[in-house]
């Protein structure tokens, strides 16, 4: 048990990580999106290849990396509906069979956005935008990293959970 729990706490790190790379990839859209915005406005000149960097890139930092963060925090999947129906052990069991259900997806969208990673990578995704091409391979791989750091984290609670105190 205090292994999982040095785990738990060694993951901390990384989960914050991912975190602050979303919030700054939050913040760099917003400078990017004021810079295309100010130079259309003002220049006639729009920053190029904002909209694809911003769907392609900033987007997905966004949406996925705080995954495992929200997990942490128990704050992701649940079955709050159903929580007034029984007591502490009924919440329990079925906060585990929840888990397990999510371990199940997540390890299953981890996997596909893993092949799908080496698969762009390999052949070296781009989008096209008005001043060329942009590389978007690199954002491929977010996904993937995103879903391991959220699967391993609700694992590892998962296994803390079971093997601590149940409730009666």
């Given at each position: 048990m205090r292994l999982i729990d040095?785990?738990?706490?060694?993951?901390e790190v990384p989960i914050n990580l991912l975190l602050w790379i979303g919030l700054l990839a939050g913040f760099a859209m917003m400078v990017h999106v004021g810079i295309d915005v100010t130079g259309r406005t003002f220049f006639n000149r729009p920053f190029m290849g904002t909209?694809?960097?911003v769907a392609n890139v900033y987007m997905?930092?966004?949406?996925?990396l705080?995954?495992?963060?929200?997990?942490?925090?128990?704050?992701?999947?649940?079955a709050g509906m159903f929580e007034r129906i029984g007591g502490p052990r009924f919440n329990f069991w079925l906060g585990a069979l929840v888990k397990v259900c999510s371990l199940a997806?997540?390890?299953l969208f981890t996997w596909h956005a893993g092949v799908r990673a080496v698969q762009q990578t390999s052949a070296g995704e781009v989008v096209e935008a008005a001043?060329?091409?942009?590389?978007?391979?690199p954002s491929r791989w977010l996904l993937p990293i995103a879903g391991a750091s959220m699967g391993?984290?609700?694992a590892?609670?998962?296994v803390a959970d079971l093997a601590g105190p149940k409730p009666r």
């Open positions: 040095r785990l738990l706490r060694w993951l909209t694809e960097i997905v930092a966004i949406a996925f705080p995954w495992a963060w929200i997990e942490q925090r128990n704050n992701h999947i649940v997806f997540i390890a001043g060329g091409f942009i590389w978007v391979w391993l984290h609700m590892l609670r998962l």
